[in-house]
C-alpha cells in the first residue's frame, strides 16, 4: 500500500462509537425532589377531563383502554365553545392561585431554612446504623 490505511485499521475506526450515557441515566446532578412541595394545578383541559372521564366509563363501562378515553375527551374538548369551556377555565384559575399562594409559602419556609428544633430527616436506625459501619470490625471479631 502507498501510505494509506490497512482496511483493518480503516474498519475499526469506522466501527468506534463514542456510547452516550442514557437520558435519564448518571445525571446525578439534578436535586431530589421534594415531597413537600405543592403539586402544579391541573390545566382547564385536565380539570374537564376529571368530569369527562367519569361520565365516559358510565357510557362505556367495557372500554379499559386509557388512550380511547384520552382522545375522545380531546375531541369533545376541541369542540366545545369558549363559554362551555368557562367553568374548566374558572376551576383551573382557581387552584393556580391556590398553588401560587401554597408555593410562596413553600418558598418562605424553604428560605428561613430547618428550625434548630427540628430532628433531622434521618431516622434513629438510620443513624445507628451509620454507627455500625463505622465501629463493623469490632463486632466481627467476638466470633470465637
Given amino acids: 500500500m502507498k501510505g494509506g490505511k490497512s482496511k483493518a485499521e480503516t474498519r475499526s475506526s469506522k466501527l468506534s462509537v463514542t456510547k452516550k450515557p442514557a437520558k435519564g441515566a448518571g445525571r446525578g446532578k439534578a436535586a431530589a425532589k421534594d415531597p413537600n412541595k405543592p403539586k402544579r394545578p391541573a390545566s382547564a383541559f385536565f380539570v374537564f377531563m376529571e368530569d369527562f372521564r367519569e361520565t365516559f366509563k358510565k357510557e362505556n363501562p367495557k372500554n379499559k383502554s386509557v388512550a380511547t ?76
Fill in 69 to 144: 378515553v384520552g382522545k375522545a375527551a380531546g375531541d369533545k374538548w376541541k369542540s366545545l365553545s369558549d363559554s362551555e369551556k368557562a367553568p374548566y377555565v374558572a376551576k383551573a384559575e382557581k387552584r393556580k392561585v391556590e398553588y401560587e399562594k401554597n408555593i410562596k409559602a413553600y418558598n418562605k419556609k424553604l428560605e428561613e431554612g430547618p428550625k434548630e428544633d427540628e430532628e433531622s430527616d434521618k431516622s434513629v436506625s438510620e443513624v445507628n446504623d451509620e454507627d455500625d459501619a463505622e465501629d463493623g470490625s469490632e463486632e466481627e471479631e467476638d466470633d470465637d
